[in-house]
């Protein structure tokens, strides 16, 4: 069983389940403000399964993907991976990715029902749904993985934190606010952030594989600057999100977790071995999951 669980990198789920988190907050505050019924227990729970199992599959589909195209190798500075260890076999990889590809298919099908019904935003949702699959498969598995171009970051951005954050909301609520795209945008930067520490980790290895990350496009210092920008564009919109609507000095109690992200900072330009950016990942995943509680309890006690 320990080869699976290290296979399912459970420090990633955290960060998973962020988006969903602030979401979910965000239709409580919504419900607090209007009198309406917006937010709605079982919608969090099914979101919450549905990103976890996505996250899984990201996760395993990864871990297959880069052995397949020798991005997994004895020189790589992260953690061994399962099937490039032999823990795993393809074949075993490939059926756990299948049982949880489908079993994330069926989670989101039902919390689509759930939320809004059998109608046309309910097939929307759907292709929404699929795009979340493919995108989870595809970063490094198969031909021509999105993840070996660069594209990774985008991805991220997107899935972990607009269409994390603001579809979330949506099914609570059935309706979308425009100012919500600040704390979306905020927790897509960090998840991006979140993803180039892994590759700032691994920039020698990625190049020397044909892994072309934005990390391995721009160099170490570059990455860094990169790096940089993601974390302080995040936390800034934060700030103007906590400015907007509500005169609630709560709203600012995201930026409780400001020296978790100011210490990050130091120690990744900092440090000059790459092996030694592998506790950052979790750092920053963790910081950002505190962020997102921190975030949502503002909202709550606003």
């Known amino acids: 069983m320990k080869p699976w669980i290290q296979a399912f990198r459970l420090r990633t789920l955290p960060l998973a389940v962020s988006s969903i988190i602030v979401g979910s907050a965000s239709a409580a505050y919504l419900q607090k403000l209007s009198s309406y019924l917006v937010f709605r227990p079982v919608v969090l729970v099914l979101a919450l399964l549905t990103a976890i199992l996505l996250q899984?599959?990201?996760?395993?589909?990864?871990?297959?993907?880069?052995?397949?195209?020798?991005?997994?190798?004895?020189?790589?500075?992260?953690?061994?991976?399962?099937?490039?260890?032999?823990?795993?076999?393809?074949?075993?990889?490939?059926?756990?990715?299948?049982?949880?590809?489908?079993?994330?298919?069926?989670?989101?099908?039902?919390?689509?029902?759930?939320?809004?019904?059998?109608?046309?935003?309910?097939?929307?949702?759907?292709?929404?749904?699929?795009?979340?699959?493919?995108?989870?498969?595809?970063?490094?598995?198969?031909?021509?993985?999105?993840?070996?171009?660069?594209?990774?970051?985008?991805?991220?951005?997107?899935?972990?934190?607009?269409?994390?954050?603001?579809?979330?909301?949506?099914?609570?609520?059935?309706?979308?606010?425009?100012?919500?795209?600040?704390?979306?945008?905020?927790?897509?930067?960090?998840?991006?952030?979140?993803?180039n520490v892994n590759n700032m980790r691994d920039i020698e290895n990625d190049r020397a594989t044909g892994k072309f990350t934005v990390a391995v496009r721009m160099g170490g210092e570059r990455a860094r600057l990169y790096h940089s920008g993601l974390v302080v564009g995040a936390i800034l919109c934060l700030f103007v999100s906590s400015q907007l609507g509500s005169d609630s000095h709560w709203l600012l109690l995201s930026l409780l977790s400001l020296p978790i992200f100011i210490v990050h900072l130091k120690k990744v330009w900092t440090t000059t071995e790459p092996r030694a950016l592998d506790p950052q990942l979790k750092v920053l995943a963790m910081g950002t999951f505190f962020t997102a509680l921190l975030f949502s309890l503002g909202l709550i006690l606003a």
């Open 56 to 195: 899984v599959l990201s996760n395993l589909a990864n871990d297959l993907g880069d052995h397949q195209h020798g991005a997994d190798n004895v020189a790589r500075v992260g953690p061994k991976r399962s099937v490039q260890s032999g823990t795993i076999t393809p074949g075993q990889m490939k059926k756990a990715m299948l049982i949880c590809g489908l079993l994330a298919f069926l989670a989101g099908c039902a919390l689509i029902v759930v939320a809004l019904g059998l109608t046309v935003k309910s097939l929307l949702f759907l292709l929404l749904g699929l795009s979340a699959i493919a995108a989870a498969v595809k970063y490094t598995f198969g031909k021509d993985p999105y993840g070996y171009a660069g594209f990774g970051d985008v991805s991220v951005f997107l899935f972990f934190g607009i269409v994390g954050v603001c579809g979330t909301f949506y099914l609570h609520s059935r309706y979308f606010d425009w100012p919500l795209l600040l704390p979306a945008t905020a927790f897509g930067l960090l998840s991006a952030a979140v993803l």
